[in-house]
């Protein structure tokens, strides 16, 4: 397992957390410990550095933060070997929590849209990446894509992404 992210201290966090979670009476624990590495890297130079390696990558919550999801995940695919598995997931920070939606939640929704767009990021980009991976042309196949709601703890099925949809937005 290699755990890629551009914050060092974020790294040095999750690596802490994997010692706290080791016991020292645990063989296998320990093993573990030794087969996960932490790297600071840009997931845009993931592809570069690591080509046809991964069997599985996962880029969770990180495509509304960067300013070219398609590049991000085009250099994961680039890491796959063949007949991997890419998992992107990732929100739209648009939703209201309240019905009607309070006057202070939608302040507060437009200051994060405008901080996220000041720093390169787009909160409202979890809803497409089913167009970015379509962006990728014959790169990907078997796109299976889904949008859940959480709804009391239990994620609600809304519907599938389309295909045949050519519209990416920033």
């Not at 845009?44 to 046809?52: A, D, H, I, M």
């Not at 991964?54 to 991000?72: G, Q």
């Not at 078997?142 to 389309?162: A, E, N, S, Y």
């Amino acid at each position: 397992i290699t755990a890629v992210d551009t914050d060092p201290d974020l790294l040095a966090t999750a690596q802490q957390r994997l010692l706290e979670a080791s016991s020292p009476s645990s063989i296998e624990q320990n093993q573990m410990g030794e087969r996960i590495s932490f790297l600071e890297l840009q997931g845009e130079q993931v592809g570069t550095k690591f080509p046809n390696y991964f069997d599985v990558v996962w880029i969770r919550f990180v495509v509304i933060h960067v300013p070219d999801p398609v590049s991000l995940i085009s250099s994961a695919m680039q890491s796959l070997v063949s007949g991997g598995t890419l998992f992107v997931e990732d929100i739209d920070g648009r939703g209201e929590i309240n019905d009607p939606p309070w006057m202070a939640n939608s302040w507060l929704r437009r200051c994060h849209e405008e901080a996220s767009l000041s720093l390169g990021a787009n909160i409202q980009r979890g809803s497409h990446i089913g167009r970015y991976l379509h962006c990728l042309g014959s790169q990907v196949t078997d796109i299976q894509c889904d949008t859940l709601v959480p709804l009391f703890g239990k994620g609600v099925k809304l519907r599938p992404w389309c295909p045949s949809s050519s519209t990416v937005l920033g």
